[in-house]
């Protein structure tokens, strides 16, 4: 049977413990679940299993506040974090997606500028656009 992987994710501490490591009060830790702005996993018996993801947005709260936010600006500021965090990730996965894409299509196309007048024009991959090598004599 193989062994359950731990990450930053894996809810291991009592709300005492992850107090201690977040220095707050453990009340302070169930408001912040109560509103939402730190909600921590659950056992089946009901009781709240912080993770080590869970202590660092803790003290994130905690700095937060120093700098004198509110409660729901800290909130907005959680969530935005977040949903930078999630488009990063989705960003490495489409460029890695890309990437792969071009790797394995041989037959990539290539697009260059066009004789006349600045058109897009699509080649295949090791052709060239031909060039006017016409040399034209401007008097005025």
């Known amino acids: 049977m193989a062994e359950p992987q731990m990450d930053r994710f894996t809810p291991v501490f009592a709300i005492a413990a992850a107090a201690d490591l977040a220095e707050m009060h453990p009340q302070t830790l169930r408001q912040y679940d109560r509103i939402g702005l730190v909600s921590p996993q659950r056992t089946r ?59 394995q299509r041989p037959e990539r196309r290539v697009f260059a500028a066009g004789a006349a007048g600045g058109e897009v024009i699509t080649l295949r991959r090791g052709t060239r656009v031909r060039r006017n090598a016409e040399v034209v004599v401007w008097k005025p």
């Open 45 to 103: 018996g009901n009781t709240r299993r912080y993770s080590l993801h869970d202590v660092a947005r803790l003290r994130e709260v905690a700095r937060l506040s120093a700098e004198g936010l509110s409660l729901e600006g800290i909130r907005r500021v959680l969530q935005l974090e977040d949903r930078v965090r999630d488009l990063e990730e989705r960003v490495r996965d489409l460029e890695h997606a890309l990437t792969e894409e071009r790797l």
